[in-house]
């Protein structure tokens, strides 16, 4: 088994999520009791949060590619940043180092491919709905990206920096994903992308009538893909 680098505390709830799902995979591909064999290195969220409201991309570049050269020196093989939003970054991250880093994005287009789907609603944070940097790569499978509307995307921002970066998951907030997604649904999207890698914790399959894809279990799903071939 490879080793897999995490680029992780984007939120820690998220680093959570990738360490719990790349654990149980190992264990269903190659039996109870293996596990991930996995580096983390975790940056500090507040300074990454300050410096994405500050618009200070290349600072951000600048950090996440050390981060990734450090995880390549510990002797990781492949790498994954732990949020949908920092593939930003991406760029600069594969240039710092000579392995795979595997995005996010280009993962889960193969997965809406696989399911014949044309038009998808997308859910993150206003940089991931806003920039082109997501949608970019998704029309680059011929895939069209619906996202929310500004009042919508205000509120899916505010409940992933407010509430799920910090593990609280109200119900309200559920509801709210729930009717933003439902009224995508309505526009012509016939699936949706959970994506942050926090939605997760709050929106699944059985909350919503559309497929939902959710970008934290393909991501490392596809990791250990490569981590076993």
Known sequence: MRTIGLIG?????????????????????KGEPHAAKCIINSVDFGEIQKLQHDG???????????????LEKAGAECILICANTMHLTIDAVR???SIPVIHIAEATAEKILEKKLNTIALLGTKYTMEKDFYKAVLASFGIKTLIPNEAEREEVHRVIYEELSKG?????SREAYVNIIERL???????VILGCTEIPLLIQQEDVAIPVFDTTTIHATKAMELALS
């Not at 505390?9 to 591909?29: C, P, V």
């Not at 609280?168 to 309200?172: H, P, Q």
């Not at 649904?185 to 016939?190: D, F, L, N, V, W």
């Open 9 to 29: 505390g984007i939120t820690s709830q998220s680093t959570i999520l990738y360490y719990q799902i790349l654990n149980n995979l190992a264990a269903k591909h």
């Open 56 to 70: 200070r991309w290349d600072l951000l570049d600048d950090i996440m590619a050390e981060t990734a050269k450090s």
């Open 95 to 97: 240039k710092s180092v």
């Open 168 to 172: 609280m998951l109200k119900e309200s």
């Open 185 to 191: 649904q309505k526009e012509g999207a016939e699936g």
